[in-house]
């Protein structure tokens, strides 16, 4: 998010997004609209296979879903 231009009130959105009420969120994604309704420093990430939505205190947790993904040979991965 650092390096991504942010609004007024450190949002980031990429895509079909009616954000209400949002703070440092970032909502990223393009074949549906997302509607995030007062988030406070939330991750929303949609792609074709796979909608992550994490704290942003939390994003490196990711890692820890990759990994249990990865052991239970989910295609997503």
């Known amino acids: 998010m650092e390096v991504l231009a942010t ?3 450190g949002n980031i ?3 079909d ?4 009420n949002c703070r440092g969120t ?6 549906k ?3 995030p309704v007062g988030l406070e420093n939330v991750i929303i990430i949609d792609t074709p296979d796979a909608l992550l939505v994490c704290r942003k205190d939390r994003s490196q ?3 820890d879903v990759v ?3 990865r052991k239970s040979k989910r295609r997503e991965t």
């Open 7 to 9: 609004d007024k009130k």
């Open 13 to 15: 959105f990429k895509g």
């Open 17 to 20: 997004v009616l954000p209400v």
């Open 26 to 31: 970032l909502v990223w994604g393009d074949k």
């Open 33 to 35: 609209i997302i509607a």
């Open 61 to 63: 947790a990711v890692k």
């Open 67 to 69: 990994t249990s993904m």
